[in-house]
């Protein structure tokens, strides 16, 4: 130990490399990107996969077909605003349209936990039924295990999907430019707080809902209107803050992001103050962002906002040049921070 | 929001950084005391909009950063017997102990929870009678009161399987320790207006005369901080040393007298050693006698985590206190990365390492040379 006139406070570093997976892992962040690369990559590399995007992209017999999957383990299964069902398909459908693909059908596989009610599952299924009418995908094929129980969380689902890409856009971040402008959906955060707040049993005065929705409609539409996309990317774990990381890490490129016009509803913003969330590193289920050349930006948000789900779409920054990587962030009083990756999750602070 | 988006209107702001600048004639040195001012400083890029010359050192106010390795092997140990639901803050899940943090226990099978206050540990308690319920009482003089109120109870509805382990430290004394240290440059404090809140701030009176230090308590809004400064700054251009209250919608001069009392019942002042400090005398809480039974080094045999030497990691404390910058460190750019950091101020993005590293990088991107 050392005297105590020799003041020298510095932060304990947090641990970098685990041997065991920790519940961080999974929390979008730097943990689970180095996780990915460690494992996943390291094992699996090959062009599709190092494309580094929500989706593969294929090249079959003269198609360009959209592949991807995705697992849902959400506890509660029901939340306001959606559930375990919705989360399965918007999730993979939206990822089929980050990358600029038309869902064409989804498969559904079931681990479900011995006890679950029949009546739940039933709730759950039907659940899915209806968001995969209104994002117009049907299931196609799936599968079915059931686990001891206490080896499950009631259920848990996986879905893939394939979607046509009908364009020749090369929707990726290595086509993200210098000049791009950053379009935001929406308000973000309401997901992860939906989420929070029944979890937690958190008594705000009015239930935040999640914002899951599909999101292949906006996107379509803005392929078609014949702006030049150069990348999409639904905001999930970890929050519009991971996604600009991963996107401008990928690209090579700067971003440079406008706090002000990053859209955060009252109650969100309440819930994240009272927690000491940022916002920004907040899950979403229905809000993407989209780089689209200078020229395009106006038309893109134009049209973005016929659509209900992105209807408070809007231009929050910039793509820049020359700090590779780096996210920045303009103050609401001006000055730049920089907007840096979470480690792992975003944990609730003393005070 | 109501009573927050005052406390960030940017105009206003604008307002007070052009009385700042009206007021400098020569550099100043401030510490903000506590990690939540911090925080919103780096957040809004207030240090970035003050004049060149007034210069911002972040304090010992973050309970996360001085709660002391043997504290955290201490929890971890704890945290790992089978008979233990271990409760804490969730901030506290990441510090790493000797060996490792309390993520890896939970990991590894052990029962973690993250709570949001100390009653909520108290009820898992009373909803598991057969299980032995550890609450891990870390923080200010902030947090104090709430703790304090979890034992109080504890007694009162006898819950015998509730205990605490304690590590709670206090402001007032950390301050002296920063003002003895030789290499001091501190001119005048942002006290922590959330401390003060409970406390009140007649105890930094003797502090401010004695050392001849402006102490002015301060909030935690953008706003609050800037009048903070401007404050503290007044006093400095004009040879003044007093304590001022900023953040008064809150704050008292003799705070909140029941909580004070609760704590006082409660707690008693002990020694208590600081991570990166070392011990300071009469600087922290511990259990009283009549609620010993709820201590957690008492009620477990801890004997074999005892204090352990503290890694020589990199020169984060000299950093933080402005006597070196990055670049002279052997390992900035080399060993140490925000990828593979050796220190804190490496591994926070704002942390003055990381920064330095960025920004060089973006300089070398558009070809300048710094």
């Known amino acids: 130990m050392s005297q105590p006139n020799d003041f020298s406070p510095s932060c304990p570093v947090p641990l970098a490399q685990y041997e065991q997976v920790l519940l961080a892992h999974g929390g979008g962040g730097r943990l689970m990107h180095q996780l990915l690369e460690r494992v996943f990559l390291a094992a699996f590399s090959n062009p599709a996969l190092d494309t580094g995007h929500d989706a593969a992209v294929l090249d079959v017999g003269g198609a360009r077909i959209a592949f991807t999957t995705d697992s849902y383990v959400v506890h509660p299964l029901f939340f306001p605003g959606g559930s375990i069902g919705t989360l399965a398909v918007n999730g993979t459908v939206n990822d089929l349209a980050m990358a600029g693909a038309r869902p064409i059908a989804l498969s559904a596989g079931f681990i479900i936990e011995e006890g679950l009610a029949v009546e739940t599952l039933e709730r759950v299924v039907a659940s899915m039924r209806d968001a995969a009418r209104e994002a117009g995908v049907p299931i196609v094929t799936g599968d079915t295990k059931v686990v001891d129980r206490g080896k499950g969380d009631g259920v848990f689902i996986n879905t893939a999907g394939i979607g046509l890409v009908e364009h020749g856009l090369r929707v990726a971040p290595a086509s993200v430019r210098p000049g791009d402008a950053v379009i935001l959906s929406g308000d973000i955060g309401r997901h992860g707080m939906a989420i929070m707040a029944v979890r937690e049993n958190l008594p705000f005065e009015s239930a935040i809902e999640s914002d899951c929705a599909p999101l292949c409609a906006p996107v379509l539409g803005l392929i078609a209107s014949g702006a030049e996309v150069h990348c999409l990317r639904d905001l999930t774990r970890g929050g519009l803050a991971s996604a600009l990381n991963e996107i401008a890490g990928g690209a090579g490129v700067g971003i440079t992001v406008d706090e002000r016009a990053v859209a955060v509803r009252e109650d969100v913003r309440g819930a994240c103050e009272i927690l000491g969330f940022d916002p920004m590193y907040v899950a979403n289920e229905g809000r993407f962002v989209a780089f689209v050349p200078e020229a395009d930006a106006a038309r893109a948000v134009e049209v973005l906002r016929r659509h209900p789900v992105s209807s408070a779409a809007g231009v929050i920054g910039w793509v820049t040049e020359g700090a590779s990587g780096l996210v920045a962030v303009r103050t609401p009083l001006g000055a730049t921070r920089v907007l840096d990756m979470l480690s792992g999750e975003q944990l609730p602070r003393i005070c | ?370």
């Open chain 2, 1 to 370: 929001m109501k009573f927050v988006d005052e406390y960030r209107d940017s105009a206003a702001a604008e307002k007070l950084l052009g009385a700042i600048r009206g007021l400098v004639t020569r550099p100043w040195t401030i510490m903000e005391v506590c990690g939540g001012q911090t925080h919103a400083i780096l957040k809004y890029g207030i240090d970035e909009l003050l004049p060149a010359g007034v210069t911002l050192l972040h304090g010992p106010g973050c309970p996360v950063c001085v709660t002391p390795l043997e504290k955290i092997d201490r929890a971890v140990a704890l945290a790992s017997r089978p008979d233990v639901i271990f409760c804490s803050f969730g901030d506290m899940l990441r510090v790493p102990g000797t060996d490792r943090d309390l993520l890896s226990v939970k990991a590894a099978g052990g029962d973690v929870r993250i709570v949001y206050s100390p009653l909520d540990a108290l009820r898992i308690a009373a909803e598991n009678p057969a299980r032995q319920v550890v609450f891990f009482a870390v923080g200010f003089e902030t947090t104090a009161p709430g703790n304090a109120m979890a034992v109080y109870q504890a007694k009162r509805a006898d819950i015998r399987n509730f205990t605490v382990l304690v590590s709670h430290v206090l402001v007032p004394p950390a301050l002296e320790a920063v003002l003895g240290s030789p290499g001091c440059r501190v001119q005048g404090f942002l006290a922590a207006g959330h401390v003060c809140a409970v406390m009140g701030y007649t105890e930094y009176l003797p502090i401010a005369a004695r050392y001849h230090v402006p102490i002015v308590v301060t909030g935690f809004e953008p706003l609050d901080i800037l009048q903070g400064i401007h404050l503290c700054l007044k006093q400095l251009e004009q040879g003044r040393a007093e304590v001022e209250n900023q953040y008064s919608r809150v704050v008292s001069e003799q705070g909140n007298r029941p909580a004070q009392a609760l704590v006082a019942e409660v707690f008693q002042v002990v020694n208590r050693a600081w991570r990166g400090i070392g011990e300071i005398p009469r600087s922290g809480l511990g259990l009283t006698e009549s609620f010993a039974a709820f201590d957690a080094e008492r009620r477990f045999d801890l004997s074999a985590v005892g204090p352990r030497p503290e890694p020589a990691e990199c020169i984060a404390g000299l950093v933080l206190q402005g006597l070196q910058k990055p670049p002279e460190c052997e390992a900035f750019g080399g060993r140490c990365t925000p990828e593979h950091p050796l220190g804190a101020t490496m591994v926070s993005p704002e942390g003055a390492c990381a920064a330095y590293y960025r920004h060089r990088r973006i300089a070398a991107g558009q070809g300048s040379v710094r």
